[in-house]
């Protein structure tokens, strides 16, 4: 049965509920998913509330974002403690760091004429973590552009005028933070990243895994990124990266064929740091 561990609800820049998204999973017969929210944890209850009415598995995740060197790297986060208490003042503090950097992008787009206010984009986000995808997609609806790439490309992108730094961790950072919440940390898209030949030292920090499978990675991607963990000794991982039905690239879950080991893989390192006394056999 597929599984799916990259999936973006409401809760963050996604456009599906993390219940339309159980949902949608459990109609394509999947296995488990991970709801893997940008710097949120809030829909994961309601989505493990949901999957009870269904015979599907809903991985407890996050994505955190970090920068490296002017490089946007994401660190996913695999069977978290979600409810702990330091953990989710990091994330309000994340979240925070978002609505402020979303004041200073509207006041660049009204410079160039692009007249959006701050409560269209929050009602876009619906109590999500406000992203760059939410000024967009008002962007759309107003009329400023012809698609939400066209946003990213002429105004909200890293080299577009309108972009503006956002507050965010050192990859490590990032890893031990996951690590302090017992997470499995996992190097998310490495193909777009392009860090390889810092993966020896995230490794080093605690990284466990990369994700070998993704929407936007080619098959000789797909191959280095399986062959690069292997030699690494790290979990292959992988998932769609969906973000629903009004993203840039449409509704992306269930378009990536993900291994059922790499939730027994997540698992059984999981138990291994639970039960380190535990014994194994090779």
């Given at each position: 049965?597929?599984?799916?561990?990259?999936?973006?609800?409401?809760?963050?820049?996604?456009?599906?509920?993390?219940?339309?998204?159980?949902?949608?999973?459990?109609?394509?017969?999947?296995?488990?998913?991970?709801?893997?929210?940008?710097?949120?944890?809030?829909?994961?209850?309601?989505?493990?509330?949901?999957?009870?009415?269904?015979?599907?598995?809903?991985?407890?995740?996050v994505?955190?974002?970090?920068?490296?060197?002017?490089r946007?790297?994401?660190?996913?986060?695999?069977?978290?403690?979600?409810?702990?208490?330091?953990?989710?003042?990091?994330?309000?503090?994340?979240?925070?760091?978002?609505?402020?950097?979303?004041?200073?992008?509207?006041?660049?787009?009204?410079?160039?004429?692009?007249?959006?206010?701050?409560?269209?984009?929050?009602?876009?986000?619906?109590?999500?973590?406000?992203?760059?995808?939410?000024?967009?997609?008002?962007?759309?609806?107003?009329?400023?552009?012809?698609?939400?790439?066209?946003?990213?490309k002429?105004?909200?992108?890293?080299t577009?005028?309108?972009?503006?730094?956002?507050?965010?961790?050192?990859?490590?950072?990032?890893?031990?933070?996951i690590?302090?919440?017992?997470?499995?940390?996992?190097?998310?898209?490495?193909?777009?990243?392009?860090?390889?030949?810092?993966?020896?030292?995230?490794?080093?920090?605690?990284?466990?895994?990369?994700?070998?499978?993704?929407?936007?990675?080619?098959?000789?991607?797909?191959?280095?990124?399986?062959?690069l963990?292997?030699?690494?000794?790290?979990?292959?991982?992988?998932?769609s990266?969906?973000?629903?039905?009004?993203?840039?690239?449409?509704?992306?879950?269930?378009?990536?064929?993900?291994?059922?080991?790499?939730?027994?893989?997540?698992?059984?390192?999981?138990?291994?740091?639970?039960?380190?006394?535990?014994?194994?056999?090779?």
């Amino acid at each position: 049965m597929p599984v799916d561990l990259h999936l973006h609800s409401t809760a963050s820049d996604g456009t599906l509920t993390p219940f339309e998204l159980v949902n949608f999973a459990a109609r394509l017969g999947f296995k488990a998913i991970a709801l893997t929210d940008h710097d949120s944890v809030e829909g994961i209850a309601l989505a493990l509330q949901e999957a009870k009415k269904h015979k599907i598995e809903v991985i407890p995740a996050v994505e955190l974002s970090s920068d490296l060197n002017g490089r946007d790297i994401h660190i996913l986060g695999y069977y978290i403690n979600y409810e702990q208490d330091f953990f989710l003042e990091h994330l309000k503090r994340l979240r925070q760091h978002r609505y402020e950097r979303a004041i200073k992008m509207l006041e660049k787009l009204k410079e160039l004429g692009l007249e959006i206010a701050l409560k269209e984009v929050l009602a876009e986000a619906r109590n999500g973590a406000l992203g760059r995808a939410h000024l967009a997609r008002v962007m759309l609806k107003k009329g400023y552009i012809d698609s939400v790439e066209e946003a990213f490309k002429r105004f909200l992108g890293r080299t577009a005028p309108c972009y503006v730094e956002k507050y965010i961790y050192t990859p490590e950072d990032a890893i031990k933070l996951i690590l302090k919440v017992g997470g499995i940390a996992v190097l998310a898209h490495p193909g777009l990243s392009n860090v390889d030949e810092f993966i020896d030292q995230f490794k080093e920090s605690g990284l466990s895994g990369i994700e070998v499978y993704h929407s936007e990675h080619t098959s000789s991607q797909v191959k280095k990124y399986a062959n690069l963990a292997k030699k690494n000794k790290l979990i292959i991982t992988g998932g769609s990266d969906c973000h629903g039905f009004e993203s840039t690239r449409g509704l992306l879950i269930g378009s990536v064929s993900v291994p059922d080991s790499a939730v027994e893989d997540l698992k059984d390192l999981k138990f291994k740091r639970e039960f380190p006394n535990a014994l194994f056999k090779d």
